[in-house]
């Protein structure tokens, strides 16, 4: 299968765009050399639509394929991209891209990018390979460089090759410079700014650093005289002459512009005057050997263990001490023994006792003959514990008798 490819390198000098058609070998693996320069804004776009041809079920001629894609870039051997290296992806029917600067650091090193494609509907995937040589350039870096904020973009949409091909062309028109280049994208996100609103249609803003081989015209420095600075301060518009130039297509916050002169930077390095706080440098690294003497932890094994026993110990006589032979200790041991032995008698008790069923629930006289019903206790039953309610009603029934006895009489 054959398909296409984009990486752009910007500069108004010479734009090119690479276009590489070449053949996936295998589903697993594919290599594509790309060459950007240091210090120039590197693109490298990711197509779905070269991916879906990867996951089966493959897609019939004339039928229309739209699963959901998303990417996964890292360096090799490594979980994350290089620091210079960003990559976005707004939604998983969109295509990611790869952006950044390339440092002068990275030069002559290759760096190897895996990506992996995730089918959202099948969950297969698809892992790709880009080396990125970074190559020299010779200007770099250019000595007039300016950061621009635009408000009215999101970075997905500035990494365009039209729109960033345009806005190039603008600063060209107005700076009039013989080389001009891209240097860098940032999102206002990754300077802190916030999340816009969802309504009217709000952007997040990005910002574009371009840098020249002529110093800054005399429209970029208008932001600088005083009644600009002023209006900034105040939250106001500054007056620019040519922002027209830019404001059919790009809305530019001036205030926020930044004009940095490589020229005038003086250099802030200085050599370091070692003192009681630094180390002398001892040279490489030199591991111990592998002749290294046995060390024996015998005698730490004994200290470890002994001195906690002997704390121990020492603690258990003391209290042994308390317990046993002091007066405190005796008495409180006989008086715990006294509160076992009287704990145990009343459970020995509880376990003896009977309880009489109480007479007040039982009727006097039998409710069909009427005879008298006689006492469950017996004679000799103690009348003196019986309950309160019990003995009335004895009482209430021995008189009942005599009465009974009298009317017959």
């Known amino acids: 299968m054959q398909n296409t490819c984009l990486t752009f390198y910007f500069s108004v000098s010479y734009l090119s765009f690479c276009f590489s058609v070449y053949t996936i070998l295998s589903k697993v693996h594919s290599d594509r050399n790309v060459y950007p320069s240091a210090g120039v804004l590197f693109v490298h776009v990711l197509e779905r639509e070269y991916f879906k041809g990867e996951f089966p079920p493959y897609p019939k001629p004339g039928e229309i394929s739209n699963d959901p894609i998303t990417f996964n870039t ?25 952006y950044g600067s390339p440092t002068i650091e990275n030069v002559g090193k290759p760096t190897i990018i895996e990506i992996t494609a995730y089918n959202r509907r099948t969950f297969e995937t698809a892992r790709h390979n880009l080396i990125i040589n970074i190559m020299s350039a010779e200007d770099f870096p250019l000595p007039y460089q300016a950061e621009f904020f635009i408000k009215n973009m999101n970075v997905e949409e500035m990494l365009a090759s039209e729109v960033l091909g345009d806005f190039l062309g603008a600063v060209k028109n107005v700076w009039q410079p013989e080389r001009l280049n891209a240097i860098n994208i940032t999102s206002a996100l990754d300077r802190g700014g916030r999340v816009p609103l969802p309504i009217n249609d709000m952007k997040e803003g990005v910002y574009v650093m371009v840098g020249a081989d002529v110093p800054f015209s005399s429209c970029l420095r208008e932001v600088e005289n005083p009644q600009n600075q002023l209006r900034c301060s105040q939250e106001m518009e500054p007056v620019i002459t040519c922002d027209k130039k830019f404001r059919t297509q790009f809305s530019i916050d001036w205030c926020k512009i930044s004009l940095v002169d490589k020229t005038k930077q003086v250099s802030t390095y200085q050599d370091v005057i070692r003192g009681e706080g630094i180390l002398p440098d001892g040279g490489e690294y ?36 308390i317990m046993c ?15 076992q032995k009287s704990t145990k008698e009343l459970r020995e008790m509880s376990k003896n006792r009977e309880i009489a069923w109480p007479l007040s629930t039982l009727p006097v006289f039998h409710p069909v003959t009427g005879e008298i019903v006689p006492p469950l206790h017996t004679d ?22 005599v009465k ?3 009317a017959v009489g």
């Not at 890292?74 to 295509?95: A, E, F, K, V």
């Not at 200790?329 to 006294?338: C, K, T, Y």
């Not at 039953?381 to 008189?399: A, E, R, V």
Request: neutral net charge; proline residues 8%; glycine residues 6%.
């Open 286 to 321: 030199k591991p111990p050997p592998d002749t290294l003497k046995s060390r024996d932890y015998y005698s730490d094994f004994l200290i470890t263990l002994a001195v906690p026993s002997a704390v121990a110990l020492v603690l258990f006589l003391i209290l042994a001490y």
């Open 325 to 339: 032979c002091r007066r405190e200790g005796v008495i409180q041991l006989v008086h715990h023994s006294a509160i």
């Open 380 to 401: 000799s039953y103690d009348n003196t514990s019986m309950p309160l309610m019990q003995t009335q009603h004895s009482s209430i029934g021995n008189q009942g008798m």
């Open 74 to 98: 890292n360096l090799m051997g490594y979980p994350d991209r290089p620091g210079w290296l960003r990559y976005i992806q707004r939604t998983p029917y969109s295509d990611g891209v790869l």
């Open 404 to 406: 009974g006895h009298e």
